[in-house]
């Protein structure tokens, strides 16, 4: 079900695949970069670790970050505690959105 409107909304025009052509259950994600307001599609297999979908994400929303665990992802509004889980042990599902924004809010200036 990759055409779903949630994936779809705001998002770049090309997903990142991080599954094999012809692999089954695939599911399609949407990760949002709050510090530079754009969204990518991200296909997976719910088998996915969250951290693999942070990495991509982030190497295409924010390429000249280096230090990925001064990010966390949300899911839901709730941080994803461990990000060696699944994105299904994560809670989620074909067409679910995970927010990457900083650990620690920067001040304004």
Do not use: H, N
Not at 11 to 36: D, H, K, M
Not at 38 to 45: P, Y
Request: no cysteine; hydrophobic share 50%.
């Amino acid at each position: 079900m990759s055409a779903r409107f949630v994936t779809s909304l705001r998002a770049r025009p090309t997903p990142i695949r991080l599954v094999a052509e012809g692999a089954t259950s695939v599911w399609t994600l949407r990760v949002q970069g709050a510090e530079v307001y754009d969204a990518v599609r991200v296909e997976v297999l719910p088998t996915t670790m969250v951290r693999d979908v942070k990495q991509a994400a982030m190497a295409e929303l924010m390429p000249d970050v280096d230090a990925l665990d001064a990010y966390v992802v949300k899911l839901g509004g709730f941080e994803v505690a461990d990000e060696g889980a699944s994105v299904q042990a994560a809670g989620a599902t074909d067409g679910s959105t995970f927010l990457v924004m900083a650990r620690r809010r920067r001040p304004v200036r």
